[in-house]
């Protein structure tokens, strides 16, 4: 059996891209790895795949058979392959906050305070001197600059720019900001997608001090996109937060261009924004300036609020 | 206030030397980082500095005030600072199995499954395009052939190899391996030392499935320079079973030139070595040929079969 490269649940295109570009490495340094994801992708994760010619990575969620896992664009627990405790951890690629995954042999992690994994699975080609293939840089850009919103993101560093420029080189592409901008519009046809669908498209599991939070974000060229669904937004993840038994759901709606986020919330605490970002929730929102990253400016604030 | 560099508990010469090397290079590319130790260095450390002209870290155990901490040689909480809850910790350097360190913001990881954190230092500074001086390639390469036992350990890997011999050129040493005999035999030079300080030597703590699990190891170049303290050792480590609240305490004699361990046992399972190693505890101690690292044969079977 091989190994497999595999991301978090809910699959974003740095999850599936990170999978792809690192399993390539590993196979031509002679180990046996592919990539698998633990749930359906995104239309921007297929408008990426479809781009540059490659297949859906393998549907798996057991990996008990196999030669083990590496853990790509997660470090927690509840993020990953539910039965990970009957595989081994051959090692983490990531660049969020370091979560409570643990092993009982020695492994490789790769973790940097970057803006997207695929930026580090690009420090590890050069470390191997492997040449990345046309298909496979393009994959990676497009996934740099979603993670990074196109370089709009707190969490886009300088590495993860100058890694985009040395891809697009190799991929070929002369105007990557533009494919980016096509590929937030793909991301943006929210009209016509059931409202669950919309909730779960980008949705994390955190578990914050013993608290369950799950955190969904939709990144949107315009807001106004969904205004006519806000109210149904709303009703949805009050229903998922009593289906799933959470402490509080927050669905982030993000404009890009704006670049700030209103935050749908419920919440068992009624002043967890006002205690996390300094603003209130009125009518089980608010609008906070500024904010586009989940990982660097939502997650850890409310993580020390309810410490 | 700087931020520190910090090695585990009882630190040895791989927690010190990579202490000092990532200090020199995090400072070289423009962060303020200081080496620092949680407790008395060993005589075989002692011998390191001394011969490459370094000062003690500076013992330090509130980090509070502090700009954060990199971890070095450990990533399980028990081993490290006890108010690791009050800082920040800014990155990982390590060589051992994923601890339970986990973290609120991204952080920098680079663990890699090999004989020695300075091999992974050394990565580092290649990464960095930083020059390695000379005092501080000797101390590295010194800490690399004290974690590999001049690579007789399992757990050296070519990596070790050629980073001690790429080391051994800027540093100057042309007979590394006897500078490496030279400094297990101060590392043996066990006689007229109180026995509880021997026990304590190179001793780590590990919560094992919620059993609190203490692993000494001396590594002697003959392992009758210590028969006539046997029955002494085996006694402190009883009594330090009762201090200490233990499940289990192990002391692991491990002769570098027979390659392999005599361990003394006190374990509240009296078939403890039996189930993990197949090799019964006959008189509070067990001779297992082969066995010489405590991080890749003595731990993971002793950690699966408390699972």
Known sequence: MPAYAVGHKVPDSDSICSAIALSYLKTQIGEDVQPARLGELSPETLFILDKFGFEQPELKMNFADTDGIYVVDHSDRIQGPDDIDNTTVLGIIDHHKLGDITTSTPLECWIRPVGCTNTIIKMMYDFHSVEIPKNIAGAMMCAILSDT?????PTCTTADIKCVEALAEIAGIEDYKALGME????????AGTPVRE????????????????????????NLNLVDDMKADLQADIAALKTEGDYHSVLLVLTDIMKE???VLVVSNNDDLTEKAYGSAT???????????????QVVPPLQDSLA
């Open 149 to 153: 919103v196109i370089f709009k993101s």
């Open 260 to 262: 700030g986020s209103e």
């Open 282 to 296: 009125v009518d089980g929102k608010v609008w906070i300036d500024g904010i586009m990253s989940r990982k660097k």
């Open 183 to 190: 590929m937030f519009e793909v991301k943006s046809a929210v």
């Open 198 to 221: 919309l909730v779960m498209r980008d949705f994390k599991d955190f578990n914050m001090h013993g608290n369950k939070i799950g955190i969904g974000q939709l990144e949107l060229i």
